[in-house]
């Protein structure tokens, strides 16, 4: 399967990537890198509702179609569930 990365969720992979370079040099990339590589896991094994990374406390949210995986959200799981919830109300879904 192919996976596709709404902007939404690019922005929230630069977020973490900020957040983890700014507590320790090199952290931001090694984040990232990470989550890239649980990111095209997807396209191996996509189908359920959510992802967990392996590494970092992130969740990834997509949804399938067809051949295709898009990536909504990769949101820190630290958060509260009310506005993690949020988050994904108000995203907006491929079409």
Do not use: N
């Not at 507590?23 to 191996?44: E, H, K």
């Not at 406390?57 to 949020?86: F, H, M, N, S, W």
């Amino acid at each position: 399967m192919k996976v596709k990365l709404a902007r939404a969720a690019e922005t929230d992979l630069e977020t973490g990537y900020w957040f983890y370079s700014a507590q320790a040099p090199g952290g931001g990339d090694y984040f990232l890198a990470s989550l890239r590589a649980d990111l095209s896991s997807l396209g191996i094994y996509g189908g359920i509702h959510r992802a967990l990374s392996k590494r970092f406390p992130y969740a990834i949210y997509y949804v399938l179609d067809g051949d295709t995986v898009t990536v909504l959200a990769t949101l820190d799981c630290r958060r509260d569930p009310e506005a993690i919830r949020d988050v994904l109300l108000r995203r907006p879904r491929p079409v």
